[in-house]
């Protein structure tokens, strides 16, 4: 017992320091240890941060948290955990029906010392003009900043897992417009994806597919003129879909905010992260 506290002041630094790395390790996901769950049962969830529907565990902590929720069909809860909790969440039994897990981050910074490594990521996620954005702006092609912020739901089934998701107000989100539990899904799953409650049109989904036997596929699909895109399922299949809006930040504007509490030069671009997870019976 007598290592328990240095262990777990271990952990609070690992965290403090894993979200900043994280983003050149691209997605941030909640991972419920069951999406379907028996009525009764407590629920368990990691916030995990990697790629390719595979990556590293973060333990609860508060300093990155700017809201973590928990919405049942008819009751919102904000959650609360205990510094250092791994899984993060780890939730008394809910009542039936679906649950919707809401997690957003406090906002975060990432300096990029190459110009190649921005690049390659922005076209990654659909910003093919970023080069001629960035010069128009006559910034510098190394050491400029990046603020960023996740915003992540997931979808668990208990009981019955009857309901529906909604839209929960995140900055950026996506919201299941069909129950992966209850739903025919042989054309797939509909989905709408958000931007400060306005629909995006003609945005990039990716979508991370994994299966039984662990290996996983990743597609793109985009959205319509409506906001919205079917997600091909399978059954036995977990999904993470990711979308990422890419906006400018007048550096004037926000050196004094983030500087003074940075220490850092102050961003000049600004990154919102929509996840959400669910899996097909």
């Known amino acids: 017992m007598r290592f328990a506290r240095p262990v777990a002041f271990f952990l609070l630094a690992l965290a403090a320091n894993t979200v900043g790395r994280a983003a050149l390790a691209h997605e941030f996901w909640i991972a ?22 595979s990556g590293a565990r973060l333990p609860y902590f508060d300093r990155n948290i700017a809201r973590f929720e928990t919405w049942e069909q008819a009751e919102i809860r904000p ?3 205990r510094m250092g909790d791994m899984p993060a969440l780890q939730l008394e039994p809910p009542a039936e029906g679906l649950l919707v897990v809401v997690h957003e981050t406090t906002p975060d910074h990432l ?19 970023i080069e001629q954005r960035h010069n128009a702006r006559n910034l510098p092609r190394e050491g400029f900043v990046e603020r960023y912020t996740r915003h992540a739901k ?10 529906a998701d909604r839209a929960v107000g995140m900055l950026t989100e996506f919201v299941a417009l069909a129950n992966p539990y209850n739903d025919d899904l042989s054309r797939g799953l509909p989905v709408e994806l958000q931007f400060r409650g306005h629909l995006r049109a003609d945005a990039q989904i990716e979508v991370f597919e994994r299966a039984s036997d ?11 003129a409506g906001g919205r895109a079917v997600v091909p399922v399978k059954s036995g299949h977990t999904y993470l879909l990711d979308a990422v809006v890419l906006r400018p930040v007048d550096p004037e504007a926000a050196s004094r905010a983030d500087s003074a509490t940075t220490g850092k030069p102050a961003p000049v671009w600004q990154t919102h992260w929509a996840a959400l997870t669910f899996a097909v019976p």
């Open 79 to 81: 959650y609360g955990g």
């Open 32 to 53: 419920p240890e069951k999406y379907q769950v028996k009525l009764g049962a407590s629920v368990q969830a990691d916030l995990r941060n990697g790629q390719i529907f």
């Open 111 to 129: 300096t990029y010392d190459s110009w190649e490594d921005f690049a390659k990521f922005a076209a990654h996620k659909d910003f093919p003009d």
């Open 154 to 163: 997931s979808l668990v089934a208990i009981g019955s897992g009857a309901g």
């Open 214 to 224: 662990d290996t996983v596929s990743v597609t793109l699909l985009r959205t319509d």
